[in-house]
């Protein structure tokens, strides 16, 4: 299973960054938003942030999956990405 994770994830980052332009700057923000979190040493902010984060990450890469595996369903994969 990881290897199919490690072999996709090229293809969801770019189907992630082309969604929305702006995408990989937001994504940069927000992950500084983390690091002044963590530097500042607020735990409950910087908790906060890296759960949104998180949550935010599964949702757009399942998306992603979902999409790769409506478009290439005989690109050789052996199986579907699960969910």
């Given at each position: 299973?990881?290897?199919?994770?490690?072999?996709?994830?090229?293809?969801?980052?770019?189907?992630?960054?082309?969604?929305?332009?702006?995408?990989?700057?937001?994504?940069?923000?927000?992950?500084?938003?983390?690091?002044?979190?963590?530097?500042?040493?607020?735990?409950?902010?910087?908790?906060?942030?890296?759960?949104?984060?998180?949550?935010?990450?599964?949702?757009?890469?399942?998306?992603?999956?979902?999409?790769i595996n409506s478009l290439e369903?005989?690109?050789?994969?052996?199986?579907?990405?699960?969910?």
């Amino acid at each position: 299973m990881l290897d199919s994770i490690f072999t996709l994830m090229p293809k969801i980052r770019a189907m992630v960054y082309s969604n929305i332009a702006d995408r990989k700057s937001t994504a940069l923000d927000f992950h500084r938003e983390i690091f002044d979190a963590i530097e500042r040493q607020d735990e409950d902010s910087a908790s906060a942030l890296m759960r949104d984060h998180i949550t935010r990450a599964a949702r757009q890469a399942n998306e992603a999956i979902d999409r790769i595996n409506s478009l290439e369903p005989a690109a050789g994969l052996q199986e579907q990405m699960p969910v």
